[in-house]
């Protein structure tokens, strides 16, 4: 059984899973997409999920001590990731159990390595590739265009979802293979 606060602002999301749980101040974009057992907690400051954006199953948003916790369009927040008070750049990949902390900043066409801990306030430019822990640059590249195929293909699942279907059609998978060059 989820929750959605009064303060929570669906602006025509693709699905909200019936598990997830938005507390507080949060904004959910169109076609955004939340997840089975997605927790959001924004007791002060605000939560905002870009246009596009998806929210995997197991995530955990808060906002920080002092910052607000922001997620650009076209992004792909993955598998139990912890985001806490920091701000995503669009067309982002947060790697499965990655967690980034209060201040932090991603920019645009960024991937973040699955396991990856972004300390505080620690700020990474556009089209960055980032590991470890404490997480670092390790290579720069333009990731853009992959991560937007990567929340293009969760967009389709989620508006399957919502009518009902989970499982693509042969059509959504020849489109999917033409998406990748597959």
Excluded at 25 to 33: D, E, M
Excluded at 150 to 170: I, V
Aim: net charge negative; hydrophobic share 40%.
């Amino acid at each position: 059984m989820g929750h959605i606060g009064a303060e929570v602002v669906l602006d025509d999301p693709a699905v909200v899973h019936d598990s997830a749980q938005l507390y507080g101040k949060v904004y959910v974009g169109p076609g955004a997409s939340i997840w089975p057992n997605v927790v959001t907690r924004a007791e002060m400051y605000e939560i905002r999920i870009g246009a596009r954006s998806n929210i995997q199953d197991f995530v955990m948003i808060h906002v920080g001590s002092f910052t607000p916790t922001i997620v650009g369009e076209d992004c792909s927040i993955t598998h139990h990731v912890t985001l806490h008070g920091c701000e995503i750049g669009d067309r982002c990949l947060i790697g499965i159990n990655a967690t980034i902390m209060d201040g932090a900043k991603i920019g645009a066409n960024s991937i973040v390595a699955g396991h990856s801990i972004v300390t505080e306030n620690a700020e990474f430019p556009e089209n960055s590739i980032i590991a470890g822990v404490p997480a670092k640059l390790v290579a720069t590249r333009d990731c853009g265009a992959k991560n937007l195929g990567n929340a293009r293909f969760y967009e389709m699942n989620a508006r399957n979802y919502a009518e009902g279907r989970d499982r693509l059609s042969e059509d959504q998978l020849a489109e999917l293979k033409e998406m990748f060059g597959g």
